[in-house]
T-cell receptor
Framework: DAKTTQPNSMESNEEEPVHLPCNHS???????IHWYRQLPSQGPEYVIH???SNVNNRMASLAIAEDRKSSTLILHRATLRDAAVYYC????????????FGKGTKLSVKP | KAGVTQTPRYLIKTRGQQVTLSCSPI?????VSWYQQTPGQGLQFLFE???????NKGNFPGRFSGRQFSNSRSEMNVSTLELGDSALYLC??????????????FGPGTRLTVL
């Protein structure tokens, strides 16, 4: 699976938008981009995923660069509950069922 | 809909012992994956089971094993425990296996401490 690069940490103010970047320059044409987050003392939870087009759901938006070498997870209005480690994961469009987690970005949200 | 449940939530063992952890997936989910999380190595994939068959395996020694039952519940076993096995063990379930858009649902984990 191709690797991803994320900043170790980011800070945000409550109720402001947050843009979490992820670089994946070696992404292949069949790799889906997945985002998971892990709140303190909990297991990871799915946030969003996409292949080529930008995606929106109730939790967040995913903006994918035209060349697919980078993507950005957008939290439109950060809340204190969004403080977590966010993982950007490339998922091979094949037969493998596992997720390969990197170090992720630790997001802190200030009131 | 009930989420993924893992038992026990906390466990303390001593070196050399063995341990069995249990995971009940979300109803209707047939794939169960196990992960180990440590401060040093982060989240690492152990293995995945689908329809009682191991589909995929991570880079862990043979002391780590698992199985899945006909009701999709899964157990993982670690024999001859070492201090380095102290970790949070996470179980994740999904409806299918091997799909690149397959969302995984994680349980709260079992915190294993080896003394």
């Amino acid at each position: 699976d191709a690797k991803t690069t994320q900043p170790n940490s980011m800070e945000s103010n409550e109720e402001e938008p947050v843009h979490l970047p992820c670089n994946h320059s070696t992404i292949s044409g069949t790799d889906y981009i997945h985002w998971y987050r892990q709140l303190p003392s909990q297991g990871p939870e799915y946030v969003i995923h996409g292949l080529t087009s930008n995606v929106n759901n109730r939790m967040a938006s995913l903006a994918i660069a035209e060349d697919r070498k980078s993507s950005t997870l957008i939290l439109h209005r950060a809340t204190l509950r969004d403080a977590a480690v966010y993982y950007c994961i490339l998922k091979y469009g094949g037969s493998q069922g596992n997720l390969i987690f990197g170090k992720g970005t630790k997001l802190s949200v200030k009131p | 809909k009930a989420g993924v449940t893992q038992t026990p939530r906390y466990l303390i063992k001593t070196r050399g012992q063995q341990v069995t952890l249990s995971c009940s997936p979300i109803s209707g989910h047939r794939s169960v994956s196990w992960y180990q999380q440590t401060p040093g190595q982060g989240l690492q994939f152990l293995f995945e089971y689908f329809s009682e068959t191991q589909r995929n395996k991570g880079n862990f020694p043979g002391r780590f094993s698992g199985r899945q039952f006909s009701n999709s519940r899964s157990e993982m076993n670690v024999s001859t425990l070492e201090l380095g096995d102290s970790a949070l063990y996470l179980c994740a379930s999904s409806r299918f296996s091997g799909s690149s858009y397959n969302e995984q649902f994680f349980g709260p984990g079992t915190r294993l401490t080896v003394l």
